[in-house]
């Protein structure tokens, strides 16, 4: 996937956590490249944000929906 198909999540995300959208494309281009289905061998850290599945547990993280970018929590999606 490009970049730009994951603008307007980056734009929620921002808005909704008052972060910079160019900070969380900055991030998700350095840890994925933009891949959601990268993961990390030795610490089993996923999506295009590479959350660690237990850090992203206890976020509240929802893998199964538009937030599989790591960008948004489930009860808040």
């Keep these: 996937m490009s ?8 734009q929620s995300a921002g808005a909704q ?3 910079d959208p160019q900070i969380l494309k900055a991030i998700a281009q350095q840890e994925s ?3 959601p ?10 999506g295009i944000m590479q ?3 237990a850090s992203a547990k206890a ?3 929802d893998r199964s929906s538009a937030s599989a ?3 948004s929590r489930s ?3």
């Excluded at 970049?3 to 980056?10: L, N, Q």
């Design 3 to 10: 970049a730009a198909e994951f603008d307007p999540v980056f």
């Design 17 to 19: 956590y008052g972060v």
């Design 33 to 35: 490249g933009f891949n």
């Design 37 to 46: 289905k990268a993961v990390n061998p030795e610490t089993g850290a996923a």
């Design 51 to 53: 959350y660690i599945p």
């Design 59 to 61: 976020l509240g993280l």
């Design 69 to 71: 970018s790591g960008c």
């Design 75 to 77: 009860s808040l999606a």
